[in-house]
Nanobody, 121 residues
Framework: QVQLVESGGGLVQPGGSLRLSCAAS????????MGWYRQAPEKQRELVGL???????NYADSVKGRFTISRDNAKNTVYLQMDSLKPEDTAVYYC???????????????WGEGTQVTVSS
């Protein structure tokens, strides 16, 4: 199986910064893309940013210019640097990866358990 473990969430004041990390481990042959989604209370889960194995990046319009996604392919880890945080960024942030599983012998989608980010004064 494949596990995604997130870290780095917490409470921060408006205008502050946080860095999220997500490490993938387990039966991994290859990872095509990794990314972050978020879900605020009573709202649908939405894309924050995605990065492919070739470093092609997409961001949600709401975070462009403030958030930076990056990955370390050798460590199967994706990062999300969040700057100039706003109260509306408050949500549970979920890591996502598209993985070729050696046990399933196919491409599978995996999710982390989520990490809470709260932006409040």
């Amino acid at each position: 199986q494949v596990q995604l473990v997130e870290s780095g969430g917490g409470l921060v004041q408006p205008g502050g910064s946080l860095r999220l990390s997500c490490a993938a481990s387990g039966s991994i042959a290859s990872i095509s893309y990794m990314g972050w989604y978020r879900q605020a209370p009573e709202k649908q889960r939405e894309l924050v940013g995605l990065i492919s194995s070739g470093d092609i990046i997409n961001y949600a319009d709401s975070v462009k210019g403030r958030f930076t996604i990056s990955r370390d392919n050798a460590k199967n880890t994706v990062y999300l640097q969040m700057d100039s945080l706003k109260p509306e960024d408050t949500a549970v942030y979920y890591c996502h990866a598209r993985v070729y599983s050696t046990t399933m012998r196919s491409w599978q989608s995996y999710w982390g358990e989520g990490t809470q980010v709260t932006v409040s004064s």
